[in-house]
């Protein structure tokens, strides 16, 4: 049965995470391995040590939990191909889609680019999104129970000379704010008044916003630099809730090529709503397969719940 992958993003960080598969199996330890030996002691220690043993408010910090969740992610697709019998090839993909920072971890699954350079490139976007967090005071608000009309509602009672938008739109009645930190505080009365539950969530700033305009030239830069290839199944675009394309006839006149389609929409993520739901509704529309939920956690499986009942997700969070 041919396979959908769902690959987590920021948030799904756990102390612990990914040392089942470490210890269970080889193919999955050495993706480890070679995540260690790449970043050195750029994160302050080696990576498989902070996802191991934390602390936790190091493993927390974006710029630790980016690239810990997309090795985290690619050991646990590494010893599940090796288990299912795909060790020396690849199991048969129908569809693949990340949360955010999971749409890298999609990305290099489906043979767009090379374990090693999208580590490269979620370390610079994790370093660039904390710095672009600590220039301004900022944040993220979830508003549980709002539909997309009054999350906007909220947004443009709230803004005033502040950036405030619509970050999230995770599953029906769960939308996350982004914006100023004043703007993020008046939100949050707004929305109660309006009898809405609310989160501020633990995030260095606020993501998917316009205040992160700074860290997205910075990755459209690196961006530039790396090899990128066809993906071997579709890989749904945070930013459109559609698969990555090429424009025109194989990037024909005036046509983007696919490698440039991946490249503006990585970079748009960053200042663009991540469309998850609409996602998620477009697979379960188009697309057959079992779905797979990559490690960390199980967020993914509990999202897709709320947006479609008839789908059921496999979490892959430690081995059987």
Known sequence: MSMILLCPGQGAQTVGMG????????????????????????????????????????????????PAIYTTSVACWKGMLARSGHGNGEAPLSCAAGLSLGEYTALHIAGAFSFLDGLELVTLRGRAMQDAAEATPSGMLALIGADETQAAAVCEQARGADVLVCANFNAPGQVVLSGSKSAIERANGIATGKGLRTAVLPVAGAFHSPLMAPAAERLRAALEKTTIRDPRCPVVSNVTALPHAAEGASGGAGGRTMAESIRSGLVSQLTSPVRWAQSCQWMAANVKGEYHELAPGVTLAGLMRRIDRNVKVNSHDKPE
């Open 19 to 66: 040392k089942g598969w470490f210890d269970a199996s080889p193919e999955a330890r050495q993706v480890f391995m070679e995540a260690d030996r790449a970043l050195g002691d750029r994160l302050g220690a080696p990576l498989s040590k902070l996802c191991f043993e934390g602390p936790v408010e190091t493993l927390n910090r974006t710029d630790v939990s980016q």
